[in-house]
């Protein structure tokens, strides 16, 4: 999502309060393409964080998810379906990075061991 302060000045002449729906487009700044993340994982215990994708094609240009603000919670052999998007559509994916964080500055550090793992395009759902 977009925080409201980048759409301050086109909120502020209508009467308040002001409910509004955003769709992002194509066209910058405010484009957005959305990816439904779709992972199985293996680990025996629930983990519970946060996952970060990286997507890059073969001319080796890289984009980066958004963080999710909403922690998923992986257990073994479940699916867990996280819709993530990027600020640029990347065509020929050459290879997709993972990171998992839990966002905590203390205790122990956990993997999260990914079983199997689809990653779809919403806007171009052919690919």
Not at 48 to 60: E, M
Not at 90 to 106: G, P, V
Request: aromatic share 12%; with cysteine; charged share 25%.
């Amino acid at each position: 999502g977009y925080h409201a302060d980048r759409w301050k000045k086109l909120l502020i002449p209508y009467s308040s309060p002001t409910k509004a729906y955003f769709d992002t487009s194509d066209q910058d700044p405010f484009c957005m393409y959305s990816y439904l993340l779709d992972i199985t994982t293996w680990n025996k215990s629930m983990r519970r964080g946060f996952i970060k994708v990286k997507i890059t094609d073969y001319a080796g240009n890289t984009v980066e998810s958004q963080m999710n603000s909403e922690a998923s919670t992986f257990q073994q052999y479940k699916r867990v379906k996280i819709l993530t998007g990027f600020h640029q559509d990347i065509e020929n994916i050459a290879k997709i990075s993972l990171t998992f964080s839990t966002k905590t500055l203390i205790g122990p550090k956990h993997k999260l061991r990914i079983l199997q793992m689809k990653l779809k395009s919403l806007n171009n759902p052919k690919r």
